[in-house]
């Protein structure tokens, strides 16, 4: 079937809909097929490997990555609806990350090496998932921000004003143009 699909513009920290603790979605409709098509859309674009209904100003639980690197590779489009972590490893790991709502700043997080997560499929049916290495880090991150959380939250508070600040300046540069 032939769908239409629409980039999203992406929000910038700060911005309040970015620290809300989105809502569960309670079905799947044309609606919400209609949204995980423009947000897989949004992130290719961008180009990101994950991404979370906030970040479009959705205030739901929907969240979409692919974390396939190699280019060559098939990729991997998940759509994540209701995404929870069942388990996480004692084991960390420490990546480096980034947010397409924080361009261009990066910081190393330390979170669980693996989650096993529990989702709802966009055919209605519930999934669960055990991740490691970046995909991993990537559906964590995601998670958080349908909790109202960013990667800089974990960082240490004027490191976190610091980039807060850049991304002020930034908004305010795009908001001239
Ligand atoms: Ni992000």
Same mark, same amino acid.
């Given at each position: ?27 799947? /409709? ?133 980039? /807060? ?13």
């Amino acid at each position: 079937m032939w769908r239409r699909m629409t980039l999203r513009p992406i929000l910038i920290h700060p911005d309040p809909r970015l620290k809300t603790v989105a809502t569960h979605v309670d079905g799947i /409709t044309d609606d919400i097929r209609r949204q995980a098509d423009d947000m897989l859309e949004t992130m290719y674009d961008a180009p990101g490997i994950g991404l979370a209904a906030p970040q479009i100003g959705v205030l739901n639980r929907m969240m979409v990555m692919d974390c396939v690197k190699d280019e060559s590779a098939a990729p991997r489009p998940m759509v994540l609806i209701n995404p929870e972590v069942i388990w996480s490893s004692d084991e960390q790991s420490i990546y480096e990350e980034g947010c397409l709502s924080i361009p261009e700043q990066y910081a190393e997080v330390e979170r669980p090496a693996e989650v096993k997560v529990r989702w709802l499929g966009l055919d209605g049916k519930p999934v669960e998932e055990q991740f490691s290495g970046l995909w991993a880090t990537c559906v964590q991150h995601e998670i958080d921000h349908l909790n109202g959380k960013l990667f800089i939250d974990y960082l240490k508070p004027l490191k976190r004003q610091m980039i /807060t600040r850049k991304m002020q300046k930034l908004k305010r540069e795009r908001a001239r143009i």
